[in-house]
Antibody, heavy 117, light 110 residues
Framework: EVQLVESGGEIVQPGGSLRLSCAAS????????VHWVRQAPGKGLVWVAR????????NYADSVKGRFTISRDNAKSTLFLQMNSLSVDDTALYYC??????????WGRGTLVTVSS | QSALTQPASVSGSPGQSITISCTGT?????????VSWYQQHPGKAPELVIY???NRPSGVSNRFSGSKSGNTASLTISGLQAEDEADYYC??????????FGSGTGVTVL
């Protein structure tokens, strides 16, 4: 069974940093692109970033470019999102997704990041 | 990267058909056949219901169908059931090698 379990979300002050993790199991992690998607409370889904199978290619939404870094450890089947210079607009539930052929075919349950003073 | 445009809400009676539109540009929806649709029930993670415009994943009801014309994609739910009441989001791959989601549509079963 494919499982994606996010962790690392917490309350952080504006300007602070946070590192999210996503532990994958039930599939060959190194064979898939993986993404981060976020959803602010009561709002819609927003794509954040993606990384290819061996970690050599990354893409970001304009809203996070230069502040967030996506990375992966295939040996540990784990995806990361390093978030710096956080603002209140980054407050959201962050989902990890597996991407098969340009679609998000599996989603985790999300980890909540709250940016507040 | 503006969100794709979806109606805020759509409603229908049980058994009826409804269609949700998803309008983008020639740089996203109109550029590729990489439009997918997701269903999200309250408090739950989204689930894939349609991929590559019109393909249904295994296990998804054949009451869900998708299409595309130009810069607009559509999701149709036929034989509407109470369990279909949820939020629905489209997403498209873009020419910038990124993805963009739609603004989301709340479906109400009357």
């Amino acid at each position: 069974e494919v499982q994606l379990v996010e962790s690392g979300g917490e309350i952080v002050q504006p300007g602070g940093s946070l590192r999210l993790s996503c532990a994958a199991s039930g599939f060959t992690f190194s064979s898939y692109w993986v993404h981060w998607v976020r959803q602010a409370p009561g709002k819609g889904l927003v794509w954040v970033a993606r990384i290819n199978m061996d970690g050599t290619t990354t893409n970001y939404a304009d809203s996070v470019k230069g502040r967030f870094t996506i990375s992966r450890d295939n040996a540990k089947s784990t995806l990361f999102l390093q978030m710096n210079s956080l603002s209140v607009d980054d407050t959201a539930l962050y989902y990890c997704t597996r991407a098969g052929s340009y679609r998000h075919d599996y989603w985790g349950r999300g980890t909540l990041v709250t940016v507040s003073s | 990267q503006s969100a794709l445009t979806q109606p805020a809400s759509v409603s229908g009676s049980p058994g009826q058909s409804i269609t949700i539109s998803c309008t983008g540009t020639s740089s996203d929806v109109g550029a590729y056949n990489y439009v997918s649709w997701y269903q999200q029930h309250p408090g739950k993670a989204p689930e894939l219901v349609i991929y590559e415009v019109s393909n249904r994943p295994s296990g998804v009801s054949n009451r869900f169908s998708g299409s595309k014309s130009g810069n607009t994609a559509s999701l149709t739910i036929s034989g509407l059931q109470a369990e279909d009441e949820a939020d629905y989001y489209c997403t498209s791959y873009t020419r910038s090698n990124t993805y963009v989601f739609g603004s989301g549509t709340g479906v109400t079963v009357l």
